[in-house]
């Protein structure tokens, strides 16, 4: 009985090493791209996903990017992120609203594990089944950095996969996680400043229907409070706007662009960073 | 609760050490702690039906005692109808009501005549199938007077709901589980570690296998209409695997976990797919279930005894039944029945026992006769799935006419490639292992045996990375809906 119990035990323990080794292993395989220096490093979901060309960027730049823009990134990811990206690194972070807003069912947080931000995400009211259902998504590490993104092809009018009801249901009250997610989202930019990294925030735009949802709700005040709480964190920050030309639909779906509005952005948004040194909040508008 | 859960690995240990560490002196309690474990085990999937499984025992534990204590035959046979009727009328209403009612209204629709009655959403309890067989045989024995019935509720409330075998088996004969809920279970530690060895292997072909072959299965199954017969034969192809990989690497986990107890569950898989005959691929797959139906049915039935029609008669009815079993579908029972047509020629020629040795006993490989035999019995047998894993009767035979059109001599393609590709080098990997430890109880009985421990525990660590690794998306066990 006690030796089946030792064996067991001492089992598992080897499996856990191993394991761990593997797991070491395939992270570094997949995520390389971090290491790479001279770099920018993209942060952002879905609306980043889809508004960066990062092949524009790349050649107005001069450099390479690559990009951990995902679909339903949340603050988590983020997290992971900043602990990822190494020192002086120069950065291009997405001030989402949706990563702010988004229920957290949705969130991806597949970005690999870390002690660190896991306990950043209990020490702002993630229940320990919330920090449970993050350590099983990510018992495997998967690749989420990237040199390529496929855009998607302009068209004439939009093609939304959700209704506009969808974002009306998230914009109609504060959230109870919305504060959570913002200090989270907070810490994590402290984590950059710490590391001394070149930051660069932008702002995707919104279609005008969802402009017009987020206009009139309660949640527009906060996640404008939020932008000023970013700014506070640095001695010298700027705002700056870029607007895009829309004589064409440059708009996906409601939040997304679409490929002529990520290229457009991409130059715009290289040319500005070029001439730039400071901590610039990019707010884009169609 | 899943074998394949987190839940069920926090549960299995510390159900392990209770039996062993605090109530091993007294068998007593360690029946209370198995009935109290099992029911656990199956209210976590939904407590409610745990009325179902203790009124199912608390019939059968009564009519056995009265049994015992009656000698009238036509009271006997009285008893043994309500037992009958009972277990069966459970197991009728939620798996068979709606597929009877949708029938019956059809067949008057038929002839012009409408009938207004409603399908009921009925939630088919997970292992009714399992613990009704299971029930049904203790009453049935003590009714022959093949067994002494117990008047240990206990020790017959953890027969009937005993947690490994409950949800899909193996289906236990009362004369073989129920004597060693009375013998006093001593730990022995190489039957342990064996089965934590089966455990194992059970998750990989479980984990690795039939999950990973039931995305591709599901893919190419669910879309069939927009692919080539070849690609069709790989979909076929995967679900063979998966469904031998899901029910027969349950089977191991049940096995295994029941050896950590000290009971010995039957071998339920015997490396069916090595099978060089149909007859011999009966005797090899879901044999819980065959032979259960071999003696309570086909043997009443007059067995192969008597003339060719009652032969071809019997041989029908018990594959039927036993398609039916499976499902309330016209697809399973045509399973059964295309069995049955794989099954007579065999029996009619006296040939239906012609293998009943392992195949290649005691050489690496197989004689080019014996890869025939194993060659073309696969072929039958995946054919025989497509009929199982269909929606509806439709469905597989528009999937077996493009699989037999010219489109067969295509080269496949489908979303999926790459992982169709590493399923077929684990579907490889599973074969070369099963092949291996053919003539064990299980795949890796003896592969341990000849090395040293780091050898071994090396092989452990590569199975159990892989499950790790290689798993496929989590899938429920197909049997659980049986």
Same mark, same amino acid.
């Given at each position: 009985?006690?030796?089946?119990?030792?064996?067991?035990?001492?089992?598992?323990?080897?499996?856990?090493?191993?394991?761990?080794?593997?797991?070491?292993?395939?992270?570094?395989?997949?995520?390389?791209?971090?290491?790479?220096?001279?770099?920018?490093?993209?942060?952002?979901?879905?609306?980043?996903?889809?508004?960066?060309?990062? =092949?524009?960027?790349? =050649?107005?730049?001069?450099?390479?990017?690559?990009?951990? =823009?995902?679909?339903?990134?949340?603050?988590?990811?983020?997290?992971?992120?900043?602990?990822?990206?190494?020192?002086?690194?120069?950065?291009?972070?997405?001030?989402?609203?949706?990563?702010?807003?988004?229920?957290?069912?949705?969130?991806?947080?597949?970005?690999?594990?870390?002690?660190?931000?896991?306990?950043?995400?209990?020490?702002?009211?993630?229940?320990?089944?919330?920090?449970?259902?993050?350590?099983?998504?990510?018992?495997?590490?998967?690749?989420?950095?990237?040199?390529?993104?496929?855009?998607?092809?302009?068209?004439?009018?939009?093609?939304?996969?959700?209704?506009?009801?969808?974002?009306?249901?998230?914009?109609?009250?504060?959230?109870?996680?919305?504060?959570?997610?913002?200090?989270?989202?907070?810490?994590?930019?402290?984590?950059?400043?710490?590391?001394?990294?070149?930051?660069?925030?932008?702002?995707?735009?919104?279609?005008?229907?969802?402009?017009?949802?987020?206009?009139?709700?309660?949640?527009?005040?906060?996640?404008?409070?939020?932008?000023?709480?970013?700014?506070?964190?640095?001695?010298?920050?700027?705002?700056?706007?870029?607007?895009?030309?829309?004589?064409?639909?440059?708009?996906?779906?409601?939040?997304?662009?679409?490929?002529?509005?990520?290229?457009?952005?991409?130059?715009?948004?290289?040319?500005?960073?070029?001439?730039?040194?400071?901590?610039?909040?990019?707010?884009?508008?169609? | 609760?899943?074998?394949?859960?987190?839940?069920?690995?926090?549960?299995?240990?510390?159900?392990?050490?209770?039996?062993?560490?605090?109530?091993?002196?007294?068998?007593? /309690?360690?029946?209370?702690?198995?009935? &109290?474990?099992?029911?656990?085990?199956?209210?976590?999937?939904?407590?409610?039906?745990?009325?179902?499984?203790?009124?199912?025992?608390?019939?059968?534990?009564?009519?056995?005692?009265?049994?015992? /204590?009656?000698?009238?035959?036509?009271?006997?046979?009285?008893?043994?109808?309500?037992?009958?009727?009972?277990?069966?009328?459970?197991?009728? @209403?939620?798996?068979?009501?709606?597929?009877?009612?949708?029938?019956?209204?059809?067949?008057?629709?038929?002839?012009?005549?409408?009938?207004?009655?409603?399908?009921?959403?009925?939630?088919?309890?997970?292992?009714?199938?399992?613990?009704?067989?299971?029930?049904?045989?203790?009453?049935?024995?003590?009714?022959?007077?093949?067994?002494?019935?117990?008047?240990?509720?206990?020790?017959?409330?953890?027969?009937?709901?005993?947690?490994?075998?409950?949800?899909?088996?193996?289906?236990?004969?009362?004369?073989?589980?129920?004597?060693?809920?009375?013998?006093?279970?001593?730990?022995?530690?190489?039957?342990?570690?064996?089965?934590?060895?089966?455990?194992?292997?059970?998750?990989?072909?479980?984990?690795?296998?039939?999950?990973?072959?039931? /995305?591709?299965?599901?893919?190419?199954?669910?879309?069939?209409?927009?692919?080539?017969?070849?690609?069709?034969?790989?979909?076929?192809?995967?679900?063979?695997?998966?469904?031998?990989?899901?029910?027969?690497?349950?089977?191991?986990?049940?096995?295994?976990?029941?050896?950590?107890?000290?009971?010995?569950?039957?071998?339920?898989?015997?490396?069916?797919?090595?099978?060089?005959?149909?007859?011999?691929?009966?005797?090899?797959?879901?044999?819980?279930?065959?032979?259960?139906?071999?003696?309570?049915?086909?043997?009443?039935?007059?067995?192969?005894?008597?003339?060719?029609?009652? /032969?071809?008669?019997?041989? @029908?009815?018990?594959?039927? &039944?036993?398609?039916?079993?499976?499902?309330?579908?016209?697809?399973?029972?045509?399973?059964?029945?295309?069995?049955?047509?794989?099954?007579?020629?065999?029996?009619?020629?006296?040939?239906?026992?012609?293998?009943?040795?392992?195949?290649?006993?005691?050489?690496?490989?197989?004689?080019?006769?014996?890869?025939?035999?194993?060659?073309?019995?696969?072929?039958?047998?995946?054919?025989?799935?497509?009929?199982?894993?269909?929606?509806?009767?439709?469905?597989?035979?528009?999937?077996?006419?493009?699989?037999?059109?010219?489109?067969?001599?295509?080269?496949?393609?489908?979303?999926?490639?790459?992982?169709?590709?590493?399923?077929?080098?684990?579907?490889?990997?599973?074969?070369?292992?099963?092949?291996?430890?053919?003539?064990?109880?299980?795949?890796?009985?003896?592969?341990?045996?000849?090395?040293?421990?780091?050898?071994?525990?090396?092989?452990?660590?590569?199975?159990?990375?892989?499950?790790?690794?290689?798993?496929?998306?989590?899938?429920?066990?197909?049997?659980?809906?049986?």
């Amino acid at each position: 009985m006690k030796k089946i119990i030792k064996n067991t035990v001492l089992f598992f323990v080897g499996l856990g090493l191993l394991n761990a080794l593997v797991y070491g292993g395939v992270y570094f395989y997949n995520n390389h791209l971090f290491f790479k220096s001279d770099a920018v490093f993209v942060w952002g979901d879905s609306q980043t996903y889809e508004g960066i060309d990062l =092949a524009k960027l790349s =050649a107005n730049l001069e450099k390479k990017v690559y990009s951990t =823009a995902t679909y339903g990134a949340g603050v988590y990811d983020f997290l992971r992120f900043t602990d990822q990206v190494s020192e002086n690194a120069e950065v291009i972070v997405s001030v989402a609203k949706l990563v702010q807003v988004r229920r957290k069912k949705y969130d991806f947080h597949r970005t690999g594990l870390s002690a660190k931000s896991l306990s950043t995400m209990y020490q702002n009211n993630y229940s320990l089944s919330e920090i449970i259902s993050i350590i099983k998504k990510n018992l495997k590490p998967d690749q989420y950095i990237r040199s390529k993104i496929k855009l998607s092809p302009y068209q004439d009018n939009i093609e939304p996969d959700l209704p506009l009801s969808h974002f009306q249901d998230y914009y109609q009250e504060i959230p109870s996680f919305l504060e959570d997610k913002q200090s989270i989202y907070l810490q994590g930019i402290k984590n950059l400043i710490a590391k001394d990294c070149k930051i660069t925030f932008i702002e995707f735009p919104y279609h005008p229907a969802l402009t017009r949802i987020e206009s009139q709700s309660p949640i527009l005040p906060k996640t404008e409070t939020f932008k000023e709480n970013i700014a506070a964190l640095f001695p010298a920050f700027q705002t700056d706007t870029i607007f895009l030309q829309n004589d064409k639909n440059i708009f996906k779906d409601y939040s997304h662009l679409n490929m002529l509005g990520a290229n457009q952005l991409s130059t715009m948004l290289a040319e500005k960073m070029k001439k730039n040194n400071m901590t610039i909040l990019y707010i884009v508008r169609p | 609760m899943l074998f394949n859960s987190l839940d069920f690995a926090v549960f299995l240990p510390i159900v392990f050490l209770l039996y062993w560490a605090v109530v091993d002196k007294d068998i007593k /309690k360690q029946n209370i702690l198995l009935v &109290i474990a099992s029911y656990t085990f199956y209210g976590w999937w939904d407590w409610r039906f745990l009325s179902l499984i203790f009124f199912s025992t608390l019939v059968d534990y009564t009519i056995g005692v009265q049994l015992k /204590k009656e000698e009238r035959h036509s009271i006997r046979r009285r008893l043994l109808w309500i037992s009958i009727l009972v277990n069966l009328g459970f197991l009728g @209403f939620f798996k068979y009501y709606n597929f009877f009612l949708d029938n019956f209204i059809e067949a008057f629709s038929f002839f012009g005549t409408t009938i207004n009655a409603r399908s009921l959403a009925i939630i088919l309890p997970v292992g009714i199938s399992f613990y009704t067989f299971q029930t049904l045989s203790y009453t049935i024995d003590v009714y022959k007077k093949k067994l002494e019935p117990t008047r240990d509720f206990i020790a017959f409330a953890a027969f009937v709901s005993f947690f490994p075998q409950l949800v899909a088996g193996p289906i236990e004969r009362a004369t073989h589980l129920l004597p060693q809920f009375f013998i006093k279970r001593k730990f022995d530690y190489a039957n342990a570690v064996d089965g934590l060895r089966q455990i194992l292997w059970g998750l990989f072909k479980k984990i690795v296998i039939a999950d990973n072959a039931a /995305k591709l299965a599901n893919e190419i199954f669910n879309n069939s209409a927009d692919y080539s017969g070849s690609t069709l034969l790989l979909g076929a192809i995967f679900f063979t695997f998966q469904i031998y990989g899901d029910f027969s690497g349950y089977s191991d986990v049940a096995i295994g976990t029941s050896r950590l107890f000290g009971f010995d569950l039957k071998q339920n898989f015997a490396f069916p797919y090595f099978s060089r005959d149909m007859a011999e691929f009966w005797r090899r797959w879901h044999i819980s279930l065959s032979t259960w139906f071999r003696d309570y049915l086909y043997i009443p039935l007059g067995g192969s005894r008597g003339g060719t029609w009652i /032969k071809i008669r019997n041989t @029908f009815i018990i594959f039927i &039944i036993s398609g039916f079993w499976h499902g309330a579908n016209w697809t399973f029972i045509v399973w059964g029945a295309l069995n049955a047509i794989y099954f007579l020629p065999l029996l009619l020629r006296n040939k239906n026992r012609t293998h009943t040795n392992t195949v290649a006993q005691g050489k690496y490989l197989p004689s080019i006769r014996e890869l025939t035999g194993m060659g073309m019995t696969f072929g039958l047998t995946v054919v025989a799935w497509i009929f199982f894993r269909a929606e509806n009767m439709s469905h597989a035979f528009s999937y077996l006419s493009t699989l037999f059109s010219k489109s067969f001599f295509t080269i496949p393609y489908f979303a999926g490639g790459k992982l169709a590709v590493k399923t077929m080098l684990l579907i490889f990997v599973l074969l070369i292992v099963e092949w291996l430890g053919r003539e064990g109880k299980h795949a890796i009985e003896h592969l341990h045996l000849k090395w040293n421990r780091p050898v071994r525990w090396g092989i452990y660590y590569l199975i159990a990375l892989a499950i790790f690794w290689f798993g496929g998306e989590k899938q429920a066990f197909i049997y659980f809906q049986f």
